[in-house]
């Protein structure tokens, strides 16, 4: 079946993708002017970094929340959920990792589509009926499929490096003041700054047309989009009735949950998610679609 | 993995584009042929039932659809249409003949392709018994794969893989058989024993 194609969600992934590319040559073109040699040796250092990073990625996230993985006989239904929930999306089943924690959450990890794996928290067990879990678990799979983890760690590597720069580069500029070639250090430092800052917009902006993406993939797997959207309603609902000391130790992992832990006043820029509002509002937008439509 | 899949990926368009993507159900009648391999060569029979599973969409007309697809199958023998724990609807028939299993499970998947349905097909079963008793094996269609895999259930949910390769490699040839084991879910029924629909 065709759907109305989100057509300004795409351009504003792919604005968002290009100035991220053409932020980072100019930036690495000027890294290689300024600081030469030592570019090197933090390029290997970080790169090392993304490189385990990435290829441990779904181990590494699961160990950092306390994620257990769990087999079909503990866990029957949510296994035959995902299964065809994946068969539905042309997925291989990921793996299945539960959280023993309160807060109602689940977010998805893995370098790729044969290395993934789905993870939920025992209070979004409780608190979502069969067809709200379905439509999380199908967000959660149209992450996998766009190979989100992946893309959002190479979207990060330079960020990361002008982050370093920022921090320690007035380290790399001690010992070299005597080569006539480079600039002085503290020109890395700003440019550096300026590009983690312009990165780091960037970055969370692409965050949240990503979750729009799955918003709208996970519902069109599921065929259920008013029950994803009940879910968001139902997760945003809970987050601020349960204890703040839970959510606080889990708060580095926003950019993975279905809903971000809020914590005080976070701007709109700043988000990675977009507001529950708002993705409900388009999640009705595809429901309607769905029920105005008449087979020919 | 092409370089345009993996672009459609990293822009966010796949999950919507695969699980909108149509089927192409006229593979079942591979199994017309594969039935009798089955029973020559490996000592098993097509059972009498077959069960097409897909995945519900919340909408009036979808719903008009399901009844469309029940009267389609009505007449030639026992079918129903029932929805199993995880939500998920089955369009089960009983027929004597493997053929008739085929093409009734073909004209029902046909009933959801002409009404704009055909993306929310997930899978066909079909069970064969082993002739000297014990539990039967499947044949499963995915529709998103446009393959068959086989699928041996041997405990409540545990698989004997080592019947599956045998069942692949004396029936690819005849069968259009997914080659990557990944892709071989498994359909547990909601009660341990049962067929993947009870």
Known sequence: MQWHTDWGLRARMVLTMVLLLVLYLVFAGALVLYLGGGLLLMGLFIGGFSIVQYFFSDRLTLWSMGAREVTEDEYPHLHGTVGRLAQGADLPKPDIAVVDSRVPNAFATGRSKNHAAVCVTTGLLETLNDEELAGVLAHELAHVKHRDMAVMTVASFLSTIAFVIVRWGWLFGGGRNRNQNSAPIWVAIVVSLVVWIVSYLLIRALSRYREYAADRGGALICGNPAALASALLKIDGRMDRVPTEDMREQAEMNAFFIIPLSGGTITKLFSTHPSTEKRVERLRALEREMETRTSA | M??????????????EADA?????PEDFFQLNAASVTMEADLDYRPADRAGLCLSAM?????????????????????????????GYTWAVVERDDITDLTTELYVAADTLADRGYGDRLLAAVFPFDPLDGGRPIYWIYSFKRGSFYPFAPAGDHERDSSTEVTLQSVLDGELDVEPDTAYWYSLWPDAPGGHPWE
């Open chain 2, 58 to 86: 919340d909408s009036t007309d979808f719903r008009s659809t399901l009844r469309d697809v029940e009267d389609v199958l009505e007449g030639g023998g026992f079918s129903e249409i029932r929805t199993d724990d995880h």
């Open chain 2, 20 to 24: 909108t993507r149509p089927a192409d």
């Open chain 2, 2 to 15: 092409g370089l345009f899949d993996t672009v459609r990926d990293v822009l966010g368009l796949s999950a």
